[in-house]
């Protein structure tokens, strides 16, 4: 039960899109379609941003997207925005009834 | 509205337990799965544990095997989060959260989340 490996820090300008990537192992994110995605403003509660990879929850703005290639899971954020300044989580079922979250992504907005 | 209600902060001395619970309302209780995971200063997620409601059935992550255990009281609607032996890093925010559906995929979402409950480890 490793973490899931995702890039400690990224940035983007206003406007800008970034990807944020999520590498497991056919144990978790290769092995199954449950990666979701956690936004997390400093001294908040996480929020769902994304679920089963590709899935936005109501409310959650277009500008979020998620996919799958084999190993590794990612999130694309389009049309930054200074909102969109926060710690990003993936997590990915792991069998078993067990489940793994990524180190965590500090996204900065330039 | 769906909501889980965490107890309040804790301190601990190295080598205590804690308990924490997660008093949940605004929908069938032991419908819903409920997981545990935790957040120490500065650091990422780090999933604890699962408990089913309904049947009481629990698993844990490999690292806290035998420290750990996850208990449920359908009567009050709540589950609770015991840590044993405790040490300076297990000092963190932990939070409870549910199973965004109670059936297929929505078993592998967390939503919503408890407020979390600092538990803090110091001599």
């Known amino acids: 039960q490793s973490a899931l490996t995702q890039p400690r820090s990224m940035s983007g300008s206003p406007g800008q899109s970034v990807t944020i990537s999520c590498t497991g192992t056919?144990?978790?994110?290769?092995?199954?379609?449950?990666v979701s995605w956690y936004q997390q403003h400093p001294g908040k509660v996480p929020k769902l941003i994304i679920y089963d990879v590709s899935q936005r929850p109501s409310g959650v703005p277009d500008r979020f997207s998620g996919a799958k290639s084999g190993f590794t899971a990612s999130l694309t954020i389009s049309g930054l925005q200074a909102e969109d300044e926060a710690d990003y989580y993936c997590?990915?079922?792991?069998?078993?009834?067990?489940?793994?979250f990524g180190g965590g992504t500090k996204l900065t907005v330039l | 509205q769906v909501q889980l209600a965490q107890s309040g902060a804790e301190m601990k001395k190295p080598g205590a337990s804690v308990t924490v619970s997660c008093r949940a309302s605004g929908y069938t209780f032991n419908a819903y799965y409920l997981y545990w995971v935790r957040q120490a200063p500065g650091q990422g997620l780090e999933w604890l544990g699962w408990?089913?409601?309904?049947?009481?059935?629990?698993t844990y992550a490999q690292k806290f095997k035998g420290r750990l255990t996850l208990t449920r009281d359908t009567s009050v609607s709540s589950t609770y989060m015991a840590l044993t032996s405790l040490k300076s890093d297990d000092t963190a925010i932990y939070y409870c959260?549910?199973?965004?559906?109670?059936?297929?995929?929505?078993?592998?979402?967390?939503?919503?989340w408890g407020q979390g409950t600092l538990v803090t480890v110091s001599s």
């Open positions: 056919s144990n978790d994110v290769a092995g199954y379609d449950y």
């Open positions: 959260a549910r199973a965004r559906l109670n059936y297929g995929s929505g078993y592998h979402t967390f939503v919503p």
């Open positions: 408990i089913d409601p309904n049947s009481g059935r629990t």
């Open positions: 997590c990915s079922f792991a069998g078993s009834h067990t489940w793994v």
